[in-house]
């Protein structure tokens, strides 16, 4: 019936079949353009990109009095599954390639909540899954770098210890690939670029969690950054730490832990930073969300507090006073000692490892695992000091325990904790009260995650996360304070 009407209607169906073609052509257009294409809209936006970091491993929390890295750009993808060659990375601060800027990751904020404006850029409308930083190559021409270098000769990425000794920080393949932020490390979800607007991005780099330490004395970075899109008229989550008795700033050390849940739900730290010596902390600018705060201290004469952490708590708010107990009689923290190794198969493994320690809190009906911030015990009179090392190069089989597996290689690592149990408050915009630490014995649990060394934090062997609550002779894993506790040996396998 078709043909026979086209044939009476000549110049009718001739129309027809063009605009049959059309919606053809369109139709595979649409079925070809994959799947990054959805993500794209018509029109121009414009990113404004800044970088902050709070830094909690300062003297006399760590050994580093500045970590320098030299950015030469900035850049985003619209697929979440783009790798490093990927055509269609956005730049988002073009200003970089010709003045790459060297920026002090521990220097004082230039505003309250940032410490560079990094650039900005107009790139198409549409939802962003990546973020990558580059950074200048240690081996770069002097023209290529900053235009005034603080690691003097060490490179352009470098930090400088509390004996005011210089390190080049070595770098694995972030100069040509980047610093990654995958989409689970965007609080908040991708950014939102929309036409005809602006929206301002915020790289938080954990420098204190991304330096590893090897056994030839250098270092190495393996980065931890998390994004977000952010507000300039919401500064974020504030609050001011106290005795619980006295009610004044705690004299010493005080830990402050910024998290969220992680894919199996236990809290991650998104931000760290130190209480001032007044107790004040603030972290800004953040993404739209609620967060848990995670506080633990360290007091005069190394008397350690137990942690106090605040649940739900909603971006814009200051918390206040927040209360932490004194751990009466204690002398000093808790330490857990342990071993890590790796293996691949008939010979030994070389992996990245991050340490964390979980403590159990309730959360209404329900438990969930938070982030204890690991601290530093500082020297006494007789006893040196003791630093957490929540970051291990497993790459040398030289120091492993006995009956460690064969053909591995070992790594010891040291965490220090509070010796009390927590104090929780779910937080209420009409008020809220802290829990009263729970009685009887302080159980932890030890948390690795293995990662490829020279890959920027790709995770390795299988699997590449690994739990532990158990001390060296199986019993559950008690924190006592001023006690070292041996902690299970965690082994990885199928290591690459």
Same mark, same amino acid.
């Given at each position: !019936? ?12 001739? #129309?027809?079949?063009? =605009? ?19 993500? !794209?809209?018509?029109? !121009? ?12 491993? !300062? ?24 790798? @490093? ?12 390639? &010709? ?24 790139? $198409?409308?549409? &939802? ?28 352009? *990425? ?16 972030? @100069? ?5 932020? $995958? ?16 929206? @301002? ?104 507090? *137990? ?5 739900? =708590? ?13 751990? =009466? ?43 204890? $911030? #690991? ?31 064969? *053909? ?20 209420? &915009? ?12 302080? #159980? ?36 006592? $304070?001023?006690?070292?506790? *041996? ?5 990885? &396998?199928?290591?690459?």
């Amino acid at each position: !019936m078709k043909s026979e009407w086209m044939a009476r209607n000549p110049r009718a169906g001739a #129309l027809l079949l063009a =605009v049959l073609a059309i919606f053809a052509i369109a139709g595979i257009i649409v079925s070809c353009g994959g799947g990054s294409s959805n993500n !794209m809209v018509s029109g !121009m936006g414009t990113v404004n990109v800044t970088i902050s970091d709070p830094p909690s491993c !300062m003297p006399p929390n760590g050994q580093f009095t500045h970590v320098y890295v030299t950015v030469r750009s900035v850049q985003a993808h619209i697929s979440a599954t783009a790798d @490093d060659n990927s055509s269609g990375w956005q730049e988002l601060a073009p200003q970089l390639a &010709s003045a790459p800027m060297q920026i002090d990751l521990f220097s004082k904020p230039q505003t309250t909540c940032i410490l560079a404006q990094l650039g900005s850029a107009s790139l $198409p409308a549409g &939802s962003y899954q990546q973020i990558r930083l580059l950074l200048v190559s240690n081996t770069a021409a002097t023209s290529a770098g900053p235009s005034t270098n603080s690691c003097a000769g060490n490179g352009f *990425n470098c930090v400088v210890l509390e004996d005011s000794t210089i390190h080049e920080l070595q770098l694995n393949s972030q @100069d040509n690939t980047g610093l990654k932020i $995958p989409p689970g490390q965007i609080v908040g979800g991708p950014l939102q670029v929309t036409a005809g607007q602006s929206v @301002d991005l915020n790289i938080d780099f954990n420098a204190c969690a991304s330096i590893v330490q090897q056994g030839n004395g250098k270092f190495r970075l393996k980065p931890t950054l998390t994004a977000g899109q952010v507000s300039a008229n919401n500064t974020g989550i504030s609050g001011k730490v106290v005795d619980s008795f006295t009610h004044a700033p705690i004299t010493g050390s005080v830990q402050v832990a910024l998290e969220q849940p992680d894919s199996r739900g236990a809290d991650r730290i998104v931000m760290q930073t130190v209480a001032d010596s007044n107790g004040n902390f603030n972290f800004c600018p953040l993404p739209t969300g609620t967060f848990d705060i995670v506080v633990v201290g360290i007091g005069p004469a190394n008397i350690p507090y *137990n942690a106090t952490t605040v649940l739900n =708590v909603p971006k814009g708010t200051n918390l206040v006073a927040i209360p932490l107990i004194a751990e =009466v009689g204690a002398t000093a923290p808790a330490v857990f000692q342990g071993f890590v190794t790796a293996t691949n198969g008939a010979v030994a493994g070389t992996i990245d490892v991050s340490l964390s320690a979980l403590q159990t809190v309730a959360s209404g009906a329900t438990t969930i695992q938070i982030t204890i $911030p #690991l601290q530093t015990i500082p020297a006494a009179t007789t006893l040196p000091e003791v630093d957490s090392t929540g970051l291990v190069s497993v790459s040398a089989s030289t120091n492993c325990p006995t009956g460690a597996p064969a *053909n591995s290689n070992c790594a010891g690592y040291t965490l220090v904790v509070p010796a009390s149990n927590p104090s929780v408050g779910i937080f209420s &915009s009409s008020g809220f009260t802290y829990s009263t630490p729970a009685t009887g014995d302080v #159980l932890f649990t030890v948390d690795a995650r293995a990662a490829l060394p020279l890959s920027g934090g790709t995770p390795d062997c299988t699997p590449s996360e690994q739990t532990t609550a158990k001390d060296a002779t199986a019993a559950p894993l008690k924190a006592l $304070p001023a006690t070292t506790t *041996n902690v299970a040996e965690i082994d990885f &396998s199928s290591c690459t």
